[in-house]
């Protein structure tokens, strides 16, 4: 079985997947002029936007929400396999991806907003929701939903919570199965909770977890100064082919490191797409442009510090695919993954390094499995809306706390190649799905663009922008249009009754 999987990951994840990626984020880079760095400020200044309702949450809480399935065990462990495999230039392509994977982002996000559909009492939205109401090809949409739902369910879970296992037996000894026990307890008090009790716990979880890891790896590069500069150009020198150990595997570094960016900031893939739709924002670039600024937090800040910690430390191996033979071997027989990190903050930390990476790997998983459910969830929401089937929401749960409990007692590698399977699965539809659905996003960015210039706090009308079947936009126009005269009527009258 494992040997069937580890195959269908080689054929998934090879040179067409990340030729696909780099291609989209540079398309979508130069069709929005940047939109990811021209905005870089404006984005920080739109998470102070807390206007939440009973439909949707907060931008924030969205932002938070998306954050949490980005940044989780791929932050830690799965850098570390791509140092092992490409060597410390993949450190600079995860970067690279990550640059150019905010304009993909932005694009995802802001098309989820502009199809977002009202149901159960709030907003829902995704991939399969806009392929449906963009492309109109409603069969494509549910094959997508199932292939997201079967991803989020069933194949993804097991990495999160076999890494959170792993770390805790490894640091204080507690096995597998109380790991697992605990971890699937907490998980049920919050997914029957609801999407509140969800994002409400991200929003607090998720900034104090992201902001603690990148003080620890200030405090271990400050503790090994006199190595930075070393440390750099030998990341530089080996993404580029110039370092007479690396210079061989650049195209395993570009690999690799487009692999795991993939893989941690998802961007592309359509995870973020569906805590973006459930924001309550007044324009959907907004929450593109959030969302586009949490690739930034994923990727270029918590990503590589881990890479960063990892390499100034020395504490990693390099063996590239295929090979038996190490270029370089630091810490012989330890095998990539969290153990390389907690190695390297235990050189300044040396009883609390391995405890804080386990409490921060519970953190980073725990929230991502948060994220994971809620999307689970609002493909199945997509489905019964198709099928009519209300038991599924149930099952799914049922089936999510099974997974969880499974994935902690079985093998790592298992559990990472089927997670490769899901994320590779999902990049490829929802990639190509974005590309065709260009048009009515970038006439979005327009419109606001159009609306920020004239020095107004940009308000999404669809007709206006010129995009079509964004009904729940189309009503929130009318409201406002409606409230926004009854507002300029009462002050008429106030004034009349003055004058």
Known sequence: MEAIVNTLVGYIWGNALVILSLGVGLYFTLATRGVQFRYLIKMICLLKENKASKEGISSFQAFCLALSGRVGVGNIAGVATAIAAGGPGAIFWMVVMGLLGGASAFIESTLAQIYKQR???????????????????????????????????????????????????????????????????????????????????????????????????????????????????????????????????????????????VFSNVAGAGEATFSSAAAEVSHPAKQGLIQAFSIYIDTVLVCTASGLMILVTNMYNVFPDGSSTALIEHIPGVAA??????????????????????????????????????????????????????????????????????????????????????FGSMSYLNLIAIVFLSKPALRALRDYERQEKLGIDPVFDPKVAGIENAEVWEEISREYQSHHQDNKQEETEKRLTTE
């Not at 919570?161 to 640091?171: G, H, L």
């Not at 605990?182 to 929003?203: C, E, H, N, P, Q």
């Not at 370092?243 to 061989?248: C, K, P, S, T, Y």
Request: with cysteine; glycine share 8%; proline share 3%.
């Open 119 to 261: 149901s159960d009492g709030q907003y829902r939205g995704g991939s399969p929701y806009y392929i449906e109401k963009g492309l109109k090809l409603t069969p494509f949409a549910i094959f997508v939903a199932a292939v997201i739902c079967l991803s989020y369910g069933v194949l993804v879970p097991g990495i999160q919570a076999n890494t959170i296992a792993d770390s805790f037996q490894t640091s204080f000894n507690i096995p597998p199965v109380v790991t697992g026990l605990i971890v699937t307890l907490l998980m049920a008090w919050l997914i029957f909770g609801g999407v509140k009790r969800i994002a409400s716990a991200a929003d607090k979880i998720v900034p104090l977890m992201a902001l603690a890891y990148i003080v620890m790896m200030v405090i271990i590069l400050s503790s090994h100064y006199d190595k930075v500069p070393a440390m750099f150009s030998l990341i530089f020198r080996s993404a580029l082919g110039m370092d007479a150990v690396f210079g061989g595997i650049v195209g395993t570094a570009v690999s690799w490191g487009v692999r795991r960016a």
């Open 337 to 422: 993954g969290t153990a390389w990190t907690q190695m390297a903050v235990s050189t300044v930390f040396e009883s609390t390094g391995s405890g804080f990476v386990s409490v921060a790997v519970f953190l980073f998983a725990f929230t991502t499995l948060m994220a994971y459910y809620y999307i689970a969830e609002t493909t199945i929401v997509y489905l019964d809306r198709k099928l009519k089937y209300p038991i599924l929401k149930l099952l799914l749960k049922i089936v999510f706390l099974v997974i969880i409990f499974i994935g902690s007692i079985q093998s790592v590698s298992m559990m990472w190649s089927l997670g490769d399977i899901g």
